[in-house]
Every structure is written in C-alpha cells, then in structure tokens.
C-alpha cells in the first residue's frame, strides 16, 4: 500500500510540473534557514569528532571576514528579510495552496493560492507549533547544551528525554492535521484532535507511513550536505593551498554556492510537494477504513 501510494505521488508531480515550481517558491526561505541548521550540526559532529570540524569552523570564519570586507550588511540584512518573509509569510500561504492543489489533483493552480491566502493564520498557528515540536527544535537545543558543558545534568537529561518522547509522539500523532485544516475548515487544536483520533484507529497505517516518510527524508539530509559541503569544501580546500584570495577561485567559490542553493533548493521544494501529496493519500486512506 505504502509503495502504490508512493507511486502516485510521484506521478502526480510528473504530470503536473507546476505544483513544483509553486513549492520551490514557497520553501525557499524555509530551505535557506534548514541549510544553515545542517551546516550547523554537521560543523559541530566534525568539532566534536574530527580536526577537520576546526577546519570547517575555519570556512565559516573566512565567509564572515568577507561578508565584513566587502561591507556586505545590506546583502545579509536583505538574506535575513527573506528567510523571515519566506518562513513567517510565504511558507504558511504556500503550505496551504500545495494542500488544496493536491486535493485537486494540481488543477486551479490559482484558485488553490487564492485559498491558501485565506488560510495564512490559521497555517501559521499550525506551523509555530511543528516548529516548537519538530525535531530540528530539539537537536538545536540538545547541541546548544552540549555546548554549554551542561548536558551532564540528570534532572537536564531526563527534561530532554521527555521532550523527545513529546516530539515523537506529536509527529505520529499530528499528521493528518493539516487536511483537516483544509478539507473541513477546522481550527488547528479541533484538527489535531481528529488527526490523533484518525491516527489511534489506522496506527499501523500511520507508523508505516511515519517510518517511511523518515526514510525518504534522510535523503533529503543527504543532499543537503552535499550542497552545503561542496562551497565549503572549495574553501577549506582554498584556505590549505592558501589560494583563497585568488579573484578566480572567489568566483568560483561564489558561483558554486549560489548554484548549491538553487538546487537544494529545489529539491526540497520537490519533496515538500512529495510529501503533502504522500500525507494527504494515507490521509484518505486512514478515513476510508475509518468509514468502513
């Protein structure tokens, strides 16, 4: 079941190109903000296993050093507009239109934003919560501790365990909620009562779906790295053969930066479309056995 649903999926994307293309824009600042977590983590993993972490950090110096060079405030201030206007007022429009379009099969492209522009609070309140919840949330938390040299802390231990048992059970549990959102115009706490109602009564279903969607978002994570390692890479590759200040390979570091973006981009517009799409069929899938 879970496979045919994943076949689906895919063909609707193929047959519909546009819900992409609608996807990307949406999620564009939420892909600049999730880069910069992954870049984050991973500086951190290679810190606390590697020297190359200390390296990395090296990349990560030089990059400020020239955004100060080249008096590149504005261009950082513009960057940071974007991410907010992309995550605060974009995403929960953009959520919303992909939601109604995939009901609709992609048909009345336009008609699912119209739709979605009416659905901007209720999305956002929707969304404040997956953040609270979710699990980049609580990975920035774990390594802000570790950073600290708090994490040794048993009481601080047990709260974090508990907080990651919170965040599991809300991201089986929560699903379904945004269809609810959308389908029977409900509010966000009335939603998620359904969706862990709908949830208890098809949970193998749901587990399935939870366990393979994780799956597919690794490869997600992968592809992030890879665009986010290449630039820094170039970099740290640069910094070693001490060329970094070479105009040719500036460029080039720019260049393939901005190409890496685009393409991450990209691609995590193609799985959020994926996704909504994926969700919303065990979706329908849950409440035909629920109606059974």
Not at 89 to 106: C, F, H, S
Not at 192 to 209: A, E, H, P
Not at 258 to 282: P, W
Request: hydrophobic fraction near 55%.
């Amino acid at each position: 079941m879970i496979k045919s649903i994943v076949k689906d999926s895919i063909l609707l994307l193929l047959s519909k190109p546009k819900l992409i293309r609608i996807s990307f824009f949406t999620t564009f600042g939420h892909t600049i903000y999730r880069s910069y977590l992954v870049a984050y983590f991973f500086n951190y993993i290679l810190n606390q296993r590697y020297e190359a972490g200390i390296q990395l950090s090296n990349a990560f110096v030089y990059l400020i050093t020239k955004v100060q060079e080249l008096n590149m405030r504005g261009f950082i201030i513009s960057l940071l507009i974007i991410v907010i206007i992309g995550n605060f007022l974009i995403y929960p429009i953009g959520e919303a239109a992909i939601t109604y379009a995939v009901q609709d099969k992609g048909n009345k492209l336009a008609g699912a934003i119209t739709k979605g522009i009416k659905k901007f609070f209720v999305m956002l309140e929707f969304n404040g919560l997956g953040f609270a919840f979710g699990f980049y949330t609580v990975i920035t938390i774990i390594i802000r501790i570790r950073m600290m040299g708090i994490l040794d802390n048993i009481m601080l231990q047990i709260i974090l365990l508990i907080r990651g048992i919170i965040v599991i059970l809300a991201n089986i549990f929560r699903p379904y909620t945004k269809y609810y959102i959308i389908s029977q115009d409900l509010g966000v706490f009335d939603a998620i009562k359904k969706s862990i109602y709908l949830t208890m009564t098809n949970f193998s279903l749901t587990v399935k779906g939870f366990l393979f969607e994780i799956m597919l978002m690794g490869r997600f994570f992968l592809n992030a790295f890879i665009a986010i390692a290449l630039p820094l890479g170039l970099i740290y590759i640069a910094i070693f053969f001490n060329i970094i200040n070479n105009a040719l390979v500036e460029g080039i570091i720019r260049i393939s930066a901005v190409a890496m973006l685009l393409v991450i981009s990209y691609l995590n517009g193609i799985f959020e479309a994926f996704f909504t799409n994926y969700r919303y069929q065990l979706f329908q899938e849950a409440e035909k056995k629920l109606n059974e």
